[in-house]
T-cell receptor, first 115, second 116 residues
Framework: DARVTQTPRHKVTEMGQEVTMRCQPI?????VFWYRQTMMQGLELLAY????????DSGMPKDRFSAEMPDATLATLKIQPSEPRDSAVYFC?????????????FGEGSRLTVL | AQKVTQAQTEISVVEKEDVTLDCVYE???????LFWYKQPPSGELVFLIR??????QNEISGRYSWNFQKSTSSFNFTITASQVVDSAVYFC?????????????FGDGTTLTVKP
């Protein structure tokens, strides 16, 4: 079964530390999304890419967050410096968009705790 | 701007009851796509269905059915004869058809608990 793979699954870090989350999208998918899930805000879109190009990162705090796709098999989300309010589950999702939006395939999420 | 509202935060039913999860959306696009996803306790969101704005036919898949009504901007999801395994958070989502966009806006989710 093709799956979206996210690492790490769990991360506990101290405030001020850099955190990097990685995502391997499903081979052949041309869109990649980063979502953040918290109890208070629900699912928030942070960034998304199509054909590795960033299309929208307006949901991301630019001063500390950055998202990249160095190649088609890897997407990264970096937080530097991390803060306690960044504690959340971060989901990566990939999909195939060929004219119309298709279903998204989600990874299992990276649960981040910033102390 | 797109918006998806799932007014029911939590629903609790007893096994074998039918349950309907509501979804109301807002969009200025004439062409759009609606989705339902299930998030079981394991955490991974799983796709359930996609409908486009031109297809208002209701759909049934086993115990699941979806009622799409453009007139009321609603895309409701019904589980018939619910089972404990249906316990999960269910998300409704809306996607633009614009080729430069395509991002999905999710509702806040409805937590369904099915008790034995």
């Amino acid at each position: 079964d093709a799956r979206v793979t996210q690492t790490p699954r769990h991360k506990v870090t101290e405030m001020g530390q850099e955190v990097t989350m990685r995502c391997q999208p499903i081979l052949g998918h041309n869109t990649v999304f980063w979502y953040r899930q918290t109890m208070m805000q629900g699912l928030e879109l942070l960034a998304y890419f199509r054909n590795r190009a960033p299309l929208d990162d307006s949901g991301m705090p630019k001063d500390r967050f950055s998202a990249e796709m160095p190649d088609a098999t890897l997407a990264t989300l970096k937080i530097q410096p991390s803060e306690p309010r960044d504690s959340a589950v971060y989901f990566c999702a990939s999909g195939l968009r060929a004219g119309v939006p298709g279903e998204l395939f989600f990874g299992e999420g990276s649960r981040l705790t910033v102390l | 701007a797109q918006k998806v509202t799932q007014a029911q935060t939590e629903i609790s039913v007893v096994e074998k009851e039918d349950v309907t999860l509501d979804c109301v959306y807002e969009t200025r696009d004439t062409t759009y796509y609606l989705f339902w996803y299930k998030q079981p306790p394991s955490g991974e969101l799983v796709f359930l269905i996609r409908r486009n704005s031109f297809d208002e036919q209701n759909e049934i898949s086993g115990r699941y059915s979806w009622n799409f009504q453009k007139s009321t901007s609603s895309f409701n999801f019904t589980i018939t004869a619910s089972q404990v395994v249906d316990s999960a958070v269910y998300f409704c989502a809306l996607s633009e058809a614009d080729t430069n966009a395509g991002k999905s806006t999710f509702g806040d989710g409805t937590t369904l608990t099915v008790k034995p």
